[in-house]
């Protein structure tokens, strides 16, 4: 029989969670009182921060890609349950990635399911079909549930107290993000970024089948540079070894100006 527990409250998606509250909280009230800060208001922000099609298309190449990481942070601020949807199946769906992955790999996994679902929105844009900026954290959290579900997919989740297979709860979501996605194409945007929902799960999915999820770009990039490394300390040897045998053979004068300054180097070091 399933239990129903709260799963522990892992590092990243605690400060995740805060850095959206954070940022969810000010920004309520500058739209509430359409305050003018600096000479902005909310819709100026939300245009410069939001992930905007059309300045990615007028600007090009000079496009704000800082937006593909600052609209995950927004939410709008009209409707509680667009934060509290995406917070509560970070919660959920986060903790169990970032305990099998660790934090950094989480993290960087969270980031770019939410890069990937920028991409997908920015799509129709290359053919003339522009929508409002899109924020929010679904292309981020899609995909960390999407990787969840491929990872454990006979894992029991309930839904209204409903016990269901995540395979299920995941081919059910984005089967709605796929025909909502659809519906948009033919009738306009009903106020909903499903293409990002579909990139951020496209993602999570495609990571998880060929293995992304589990590499880790900063630990391959530093055990590359200790292998690097390792083979300049192995050449600067052989190098000193032949500079030691001319210096016997001919002298400290047969040394060019090179040759001595790595061999003050090399003493410097020992």
């Known amino acids: 029989m399933p239990q129903m527990s709260l799963p522990r ?25 359409d305050a003018n800060i600096l000479g902005l208001r909310y819709s100026d922000l939300v245009h410069h921060l939001g992930l905007d ?4 298309t007028t600007q090009f190449p000079l ?8 609209y995950g942070f927004l939410h709008a601020p009209n409707s509680i349950g667009h934060i509290l949807s995406n917070l509560l199946m970070l919660y959920f769906f986060g903790t169990m990635l970032e305990e099998r992955l660790g934090s950094r790999r989480f993290f960087l996994t969270y980031l770019a399911a939410q890069v990937c679902g920028a991409l997908f929105f920015l799509v129709p844009a290359l053919f003339g079909v522009l929508e409002a900026p899109a924020i929010g954290a679904s292309g981020a959290v899609y995909g960390v549930m999407i990787a969840v579900a491929t990872l454990y997919p006979n894992q029991i989740v309930f839904l209204f107290f409903l016990p269901l297979k995540l395979k299920w709860l995941a081919i059910g979501v984005v089967g709605i993000a796929a025909f909502s996605a659809l519906v948009d194409l033919k009738q306009g945007s009903d ?17 998880v089948r060929f293995g992304l999820i589990e590499k ?6 530093e055990r590359k540079r200790a292998v690097m490394q390792v083979a300049r300390e192995a050449d600067d ?12 053979q001919e ?5 060019s100006r090179s040759e001595k300054e790595f061999l003050k180097r090399m003493s410097s070091r020992r």
Do not use: C
């Open 216 to 221: 880790d770009p900063i630990q391959i990039f």
């Open 63 to 70: 496009a704000p890609i800082w937006q593909l990481f600052t």
């Open 251 to 255: 002298g400290m004068a047969s040394l």
């Open 53 to 56: 099609a059309t300045r990615w």
């Open 9 to 33: 409250l892992t590092k990243v998606v605690r400060r995740l969670i805060f850095a959206n509250v954070a940022v969810f909280v000010p920004f309520f009230l500058w739209w509430y009182t």
């Open 191 to 207: 106020g909903t970024a499903h293409l990002i929902h579909l990139g951020g799960a496209a993602y999570g999915y495609l990571a």
């Open 237 to 248: 040897e052989v190098r000193m070894d032949r500079l030691l045998e001319k210096i016997h």
